[in-house]
């Protein structure tokens, strides 16, 4: 998907929301347990409810793999469900891969040949040559970590360098490796006052902003500094959504809080002056 | 797995070898794409002849990942292969994760509960809560990226802020979060002089060296930097042992190339007095 693509499907569904794909065996509403394959089953109603009001999905790939042979299973006939029926959906693999070129060749194969994916998430500790090779697919992705939502942000990321703090090297090294059609970045919507330092680097890349809702981001904020002239941001929210309800309801439930948060994108969308 | 009973292995076997299994399709030997999973028959013939030389077999995730949910079937039943038949053996997930702390969690119950790894390779980007959920797990390990062995080793693992590099901060830092018991580090071959370096922050702790071989690094000079009182190395070899051969020999060449190389280190290993 090109970025002039995914503009188009935020402004055709007055949202930059990203439903984070976290499916917890544990979490799930019991009476699923009895199908044959319960993570599918969740996550098919809750794309099927929610995919009018979110312009991408973003399994989490540790969920599936805790799972073994049959979690892979179940992500790949979620990603092929949202490919076939919702084609205009952005799918995020939420991996956070990245290895020595020959490596991450690999991990590229598995997430945009294997699966139909259309971006990956990649840490940047090893530099240039583990990201490059995500880089190298049409219409395919890479988000890089940049500023991450966490505490442990804290320990290596603002590692600072003749005033340049590691994150903004990250960034300003990145951007002459990509372009603003196969890169994006991470930020932390709990560092939301960063975001307007970050724009004046990347003023124009798209940035994924986890940590709105439980993580405790406010997406007002995260707006006010990270909107661009063709929106620029996707927005996730994960356990707000996808749990709204443990009872036989989770699946209109989650419809109701996605549709919540897109109708506040779309407030902030016409005060910005993009519908 | 403990460091005791790790370094009684070593000695046993005079070998502190780590096979990797970087199994590609492409590369295995034509004959074995006619049986019904042709990279766990390559896995099965490599491990039985190369097991009496190596102490630790380090399966590469992307490799597998690249095939889908058959891939993630073979890394399965290679695992479990090795535990079953070569119970002393340990095993390594190469799999460079990390992420918030309720996702690494999930990559922590994929390695050590769903499967039977006993170290999983982690990127430090994310800092603390990143990496702590791997080490709540009894006689597991965290194998932290530190210095790696690629080009792109040089884009951050050099940041310095107050003299102190990156890579000198995050083995400062994350040696407080682990102890010698569940914390190693991944220190590139390719970077030989910067072991003694190392060695002086952390003389005790378990190395896991890549880049011997295909990448160029010299197995003595790593053995010199490197070796401590109870030897504290695992040398990883991928390319050049499992692809020693591509014909019907394959399996015999590759126990042959971890032979040779078990008995450089048996020598090593000798004149430092260890064995």
């Given at each position: 998907m090109t970025s002039q693509e995914l503009f188009e499907n935020i402004k055709r569904k007055g949202s930059f929301l990203c439903v984070g794909l976290d499916t917890d065996i544990n979490k799930i509403p019991q009476f699923l347990l009895e199908t044959?394959?319960?993570?599918?089953a969740f996550n098919k109603e809750i794309i099927d409810a929610t995919h009018k009001f979110t312009v991408a999905y973003k399994p989490n790939m540790a969920f599936y793999e805790s799972m073994g042979v049959s979690g892979w299973n179940s992500l790949e006939k979620t990603v092929n469900y949202i490919r076939y029926n919702y084609p205009d959906i952005f799918i995020i693999a939420d991996a956070k891969r990245g290895d020595i070129g020959n490596t991450s060749n690999m991990y590229a194969k598995a997430f945009f040949?294997?699966?139909e994916f259309d971006a990956v998430t990649v840490a940047p500790y090893m530099g240039e040559d583990s990201v490059k090779p995500f880089m190298t697919y049409v219409d395919k992705w890479v988000i890089l970590l940049a500023l991450t939502s966490?505490?442990?942000a804290a320990d290596f990321q603002y590692v600072s360098e003749d005033g340049e703090k590691l994150f903004e090297k990250v960034i300003k090294s990145s951007k002459a490796w990509g372009n603003e059609e196969n890169l994006m970045y991470v930020v932390g919507a709990t560092k939301a006052e960063k975001l307007q330092e970050i724009r004046s680097i990347i003023p124009n890349h798209f940035l994924l902003v986890p940590g709105v809702g439980a993580q405790g981001g406010s997406l007002k904020e995260v707006a006010k500094n990270g909107l661009n002239d063709k929106c620029g941001l996707l927005v996730n929210s994960s356990r707000g959504i996808i749990y709204a309800s443990s009872e036989q309801d989770f699946a209109q439930k989650a419809g109701e809080a996605a549709k919540e948060v897109q109708q506040e994108m779309a407030g902030l969308l016409?005060?910005?002056?993009?519908l």
């Open positions: 044959t394959d319960p993570i599918f040949d294997a699966m966490n505490k442990g016409k005060a910005k002056g993009l």
